[in-house]
């Protein structure tokens, strides 16, 4: 059972647009949301993450949106550099019930092209 | 600093060979895990541990085992190799749970 479900796989946006990647979860239970930049070769960063007493979590050009009734979030990139290009992972964690780590989403593949 | 450190970076196994993937962090973290990921299919949990001396499984432990005899270390144990086992290995350590700090990760093949 997917707990996390990530779309798009992959996403190609222009420089200086915007990257919109969404994730959808199940377990009501989850408090803690991140992201991840990962890059070839390289373990995944922390990128940003919020919790679900918020709609919106904005440090420089990435934020996340919460969408608690919907069991949704989303990360918004604006004004994308070809330096973004990288797999990000959406994740969710229940912080009280152990510590049996993240649970992440597949994946999206983001280019951005010159 | 040098956060967490995993050896080593590139190995290949021949099937039922064993091997120990190393793990170190030097943040005084209590919490430590062992990931997977394999193309397209994001980051399993294989094994964690709340602090020297305590582990527990995630969602895929068959195949591995781990011990944590001091807060730094946390080997990942595989015996017997299969090629089901063929992934990018990553450690990652936390204070608290929610800001894991991942290692560059061991890439294994299994032939």
């Known amino acids: 059972q997917q707990q996390v479900k990530q779309s798009p796989q992959s996403l190609i946006v222009q420089k200086g647009g915007i990257s919109i990647i969404n994730c959808a979860y199940e377990?009501?239970?989850?408090?803690?949301f991140p992201w991840y930049q990962q890059f070839p070769g390289k373990g995944p960063a922390l990128l940003i993450a919020?919790?679900?007493?918020?709609s919106e979590k904005k440090e420089g050009r990435f934020t996340i949106s919460f969408n608690k009734s919907a069991k949704q979030f989303s990360l918004h990139i604006m004004d994308s550099q070809p330096g973004d290009s990288a797999t990000y992972f959406c994740?969710?964690?229940?912080?009280?019930?152990?510590?049996?780590?993240?649970?992440f989403g597949k994946g999206t593949h983001l280019i951005i092209q010159p | 600093n040098a956060g967490v450190t995993q050896t080593p970076k590139f190995r290949i196994l021949k099937i039922g060979q064993s091997m120990t993937l190393q793990c170190t962090q030097d943040?005084?973290?209590?919490?430590m895990y062992w990931y997977r990921q394999d193309p397209g299919m994001g980051l399993k949990l294989i094994y964690y541990?709340?602090?020297?001396?305590?582990?527990d499984k995630g969602e895929v432990p068959n195949g591995y085992n781990v011990s944590r005899s001091t807060t730094e270390d946390f080997p990942l144990r595989l015996e017997l190799a299969a090629p089901s086992q063929t992934s990018v290995y990553f450690c990652?350590?936390?204070?608290?749970?929610?800001?894991?700090?991942f290692g560059p990760g061991t890439r294994l093949l299994v032939l």
């Open positions: 990652a350590s936390s204070y608290y749970q929610e800001t894991q700090y």
């Open positions: 377990n009501t239970a989850f408090d803690y």
């Open positions: 919020i919790r679900p007493d918020v």
């Open positions: 994740a969710a964690l229940f912080s009280g019930g152990g510590a049996d780590g993240l649970t």
């Open positions: 943040m005084n973290h209590n919490y």
């Open positions: 541990s709340v602090g020297a001396g305590i582990t």
